[in-house]
């Protein structure tokens, strides 16, 4: 797959946008809540050098076609989560989304909302017609995400290599497709 551009997004509350170096900051702070390095790959202690580590990787792999990383923002442009595109198969037109929302954005849809808009954009500018989100078994939040943003619980249970071991087994697999 070619390059891709990480695209800006809007819903008129909720954007997703091209992640920035001054994001780091934000990104710092909101991987330093337990929760995040809880349900995801996310290091704790998270430093500033593992933010720029984050942007840089997926500046590389939105140039080698292979996802997209993105900052999730409010209407005042500032982070409050991030979002991606990943594990992308052209010609099967599949992908999987992943997420995390900062603490302050919790329960209050940011992350469904940026979802849909992902899941839109990749429908629309990538001819992808099938997308997952692999959601922990006991990370309900997550499980209600993919929900709320049209995703259907297909009953799998996968386990995620990509994952550390102690969260490794026990994702619940959600499946979108265009109509």
């Given at each position: 797959?070619?390059?891709?551009?990480?695209?800006?997004?809007?819903?008129?509350?909720?954007?997703?946008?091209?992640?920035?170096?001054?994001?780091?900051?934000?990104?710092?702070?909101?991987?330093?809540?337990?929760?995040?390095?809880?349900?995801?790959r996310v290091?704790?202690?998270?430093?500033?050098?593992?933010?720029?580590?984050?942007?840089?990787?997926?500046?590389?792999?939105?140039?080698?076609?292979?996802?997209?990383?993105?900052?999730?923002?409010?209407?005042?442009?500032?982070?409050?989560?991030?979002?991606?595109?990943?594990?992308?198969?052209?010609?099967?037109?599949?992908g999987e989304?992943?997420?995390?929302?900062?603490?302050?954005?919790?329960?209050?849809?940011?992350?469904?909302?940026?979802?849909?808009?992902?899941?839109?954009?990749?429908?629309?500018?990538?001819?992808?017609?099938?997308?997952?989100?692999?959601?922990?078994?006991?990370?309900?939040?997550?499980?209600?995400?993919?929900?709320?943003?049209?995703?259907?619980?297909?009953?799998?249970?996968?386990?995620?290599?990509?994952?550390?071991?102690?969260?490794?087994?026990?994702?619940?697999?959600?499946?979108?497709?265009?109509?």
């Amino acid at each position: 797959m070619p390059g891709i551009v990480a695209p800006r997004l809007s819903d008129g509350e909720i954007g997703v946008r091209p992640l920035a170096d001054s994001d780091i900051p934000d990104i710092v702070a909101a991987c330093s809540d337990p929760q995040i390095p809880r349900w995801t790959r996310v290091p704790s202690p998270y430093t500033r050098e593992d933010a720029e580590r984050f942007i840089a990787i997926a500046a590389t792999e939105a140039a080698a076609g292979e996802g997209v990383a993105l900052a999730v923002c409010d209407a005042d442009d500032r982070l409050i989560g991030t979002i991606g595109l990943m594990e992308l198969d052209p010609r099967g037109r599949r992908g999987e989304i992943g997420y995390w929302p900062a603490a302050r954005a919790r329960g209050r849809g940011a992350a469904t909302r940026a979802v849909a808009l992902l899941r839109e954009w990749a429908r629309a500018e990538l001819g992808l017609a099938e997308l997952e989100i692999l959601a922990h078994r006991d990370n309900r939040p997550s499980q209600l995400v993919a929900e709320r943003a049209g995703f259907q619980d297909t009953g799998e249970i996968r386990s995620v290599p990509r994952m550390p071991e102690r969260i490794r087994d026990g994702y619940k697999v959600y499946v979108w497709r265009a109509r």
